[in-house]
T-cell receptor, first 116, second 111 residues
Framework: SAVISQKPSRDICQRGTSLTIQCQVD?????MFWYRQQPGQSLTLIAT?????????ESGFVIDKFPISRPNLTFSTLTVSNMSPEDSSIYLC?????????????FGPGTRLTVT | QQQVKQSPQSLIVQKGGIPIINCAYE??????FPWYQQFPGKGPALLIA?????SEKKEGRFTISFNKSAKQFSLHIMDSQPGDSATYFC??????????FGTGTRLKVLA
């Protein structure tokens, strides 16, 4: 499976600021996704990062709050804008579309964000 | 509305025991059912997955049982070890790459 890295691994940010999270994959992948995992909770899909076009957002998530870029098949960024304490979560990228079972998703290590 | 219900929320077993985690779903369009294991501070790792055309799948000590008519699937961990202590998530998918995750089960295996 692909090796996925995320930067930063963790950060503490002030209310009202923005943070950009990077996701790098060691091989070209078809699909990339961004998830949020609130403390002690399950994973919720934020959006599908589309290469060369606008991301596809899930209900409850908007581009102004979570702008996403995917300039190529190995890299994507998620920005958390105008942060509030409610944005404190783990943000995870995942990839899919490789190997025998194309729907298998593999996750990065996550970015732990604390907003004060 | 929760599309996949996972139980129990937490589980404690003795080493060598067989913890069983259950998930139930409503939408018969779901056709791919993976299980993930997550250790603290790590991303979820894919354990095993099943499609509805089979009733059971084994990979090492992990087994998925699938009951299509009941719309339920379960994860069994054979000969559980303290190193299996983690949070386990089921997920469902319907013809696309999008997953809906269960609420998670925190497993503790006592030495």
């Amino acid at each position: 499976s692909a090796v996925i890295s995320q930067k930063p691994s963790r950060d503490i940010c002030q209310r009202g600021t923005s943070l950009t999270i990077q996701c790098q994959v060691d091989s070209q992948v078809t699909m990339m996704f961004w998830y949020r995992q609130q403390p002690g909770q399950s994973l919720t899909l934020i959006a599908t990062a589309n290469q060369g076009s606008e991301a596809t957002y899930e209900s409850g998530f908007v581009i102004d709050k979570f702008p996403i870029s995917r300039p190529n098949l190995t890299f994507s960024t998620l920005t958390v804008s105008n942060m509030s304490p409610e944005d404190s979560s783990i943000y995870l990228c995942s990839v899919a579309g490789e190997g025998g079972e194309v729907r298998e998703q593999y996750f990065g290590p996550g970015t732990r964000l604390t907003v004060t | 509305q929760q599309q996949v219900k996972q139980s129990p929320q937490s589980l404690i077993v003795q080493k060598g025991g067989i913890p069983i985690i259950n998930c139930a779903y409503e939408n018969t369009a779901f056709d791919y059912f993976p299980w993930y294991q997550q250790f603290p501070g790590k991303g979820p790792a894919l354990l095993i997955a099943i499609r509805p055309d089979v009733s059971e799948k084994k990979e090492g000590r992990f087994t998925i049982s699938f009951n299509k008519s009941a719309k339920q699937f379960s994860l069994h961990i054979m000969d559980s070890q303290p190193g299996d202590s983690a949070t386990y998530f089921c997920a469902v998918s319907s013809g696309t790459y999008k997953y809906i995750f269960g609420t998670g089960t925190r497993l503790k295996v006592l030495a």
